[in-house]
T-cell receptor, first 116, second 114 residues
Framework: AQSVTQLGSHVSVSEGALVLLRCNYS??????LFWYVQYPNQGLQLLLK??????LVKGINGFEAEFKKSETSFHLTKPSAHMSDAAEYFC??????????????FGSGTRLSIRP | NAGVTQTPKFQVLKTGQSMTLQCAQD?????MYWYRQDPGMGLRLIYY???????DKGEVPNGYNVSRLNKREFSLRLESAAPSQTSVYFC?????????????FGPGTRLTVT
């Protein structure tokens, strides 16, 4: 069965510093992987997704993630943090057993705080 | 284009009361979903509807029922609310079923059961 592990429930970085949010997955088949962001009191919004092809995926707001099959990882990075990046971030993997719907398994989330 | 809308935004129920959470999307999506979000547990799928006229159980369906009223609307009903159902509920939709399609989320309903 698919699963997603996000290392660190809370990450704090200084404004301008590198953001690194870690995600590892387990999957019995080649996965489709997603990062979603949730701003306070809002629903989730897609940041980026990996399906096939290039393993480095660029998303909105300057974020990118790299699919590393050998490490079963899909870490999210941003070179320079902005105060507006403060939010909760969820890594997710598609579950191929549910082919009739886009069933996505979410990680438990990482809350990103930005220090001035 | 409002995307995915949910009503109400907030609700407080007493144990044993019933209520229906409403969800509508205007993106002509085929698939719709209901999730609950609890601290430290991410999102868990309650029910989903792959297409109009079909519904299926997700990971945590007990205590809930759903209705896919038409292509636009997908409602979630709590027949007899329990404190364990205190949560934030999100509705989502996707263009089609399958692995490739991302989901679009509504703003959520914050439910408290006392």
């Amino acid at each position: 069965a698919q699963s997603v592990t996000q290392l660190g429930s809370h990450v704090s970085v200084s404004e301008g510093a590198l953001v690194l949010l870690r995600c590892n997955y387990s999957s019995s088949v080649p996965p489709y992987l997603f990062w979603y962001v949730q701003y306070p009191n809002q629903g989730l919004q897609l940041l980026l997704k990996y399906t096939t092809g290039a393993t480095l995926v660029k998303g909105i707001n300057g974020f990118e993630a790299e699919f590393k099959k050998s490490e079963t990882s899909f870490h999210l990075t941003k070179p320079s943090a902005h105060m507006s990046d403060a939010a909760e971030y969820f890594c997710a993997v598609s579950d191929p057993l549910y082919s009739s719907a886009s069933k996505i398994i979410f990680g438990s989330g990482t809350r990103l705080s930005i220090r001035p | 284009n409002a995307g995915v809308t949910q009503t109400p935004k907030f609700q407080v129920l007493k144990t044993g009361q019933s209520m229906t959470l409403q969800c509508a999307q205007d993106m002509n999506h085929n698939s719709m979903y209901w999730y609950r979000q609890d601290p430290g547990m991410g999102l868990r799928l309650i029910y989903y509807s792959a297409s109009e006229g079909t519904t299926d159980k997700g990971e945590v369906p007990n205590g809930y029922n759903v209705s896919r009223l038409n292509k636009r609307e997908f409602s979630l009903r709590l027949e007899s609310a329990a404190p364990s159902q205190t949560s934030v509920y999100f509705c989502a939709s996707s263009e089609l079923g399958g692995l490739y399609y991302e989901q679009y989320f509504g703003p959520g309903t914050r439910l408290t059961v006392t």
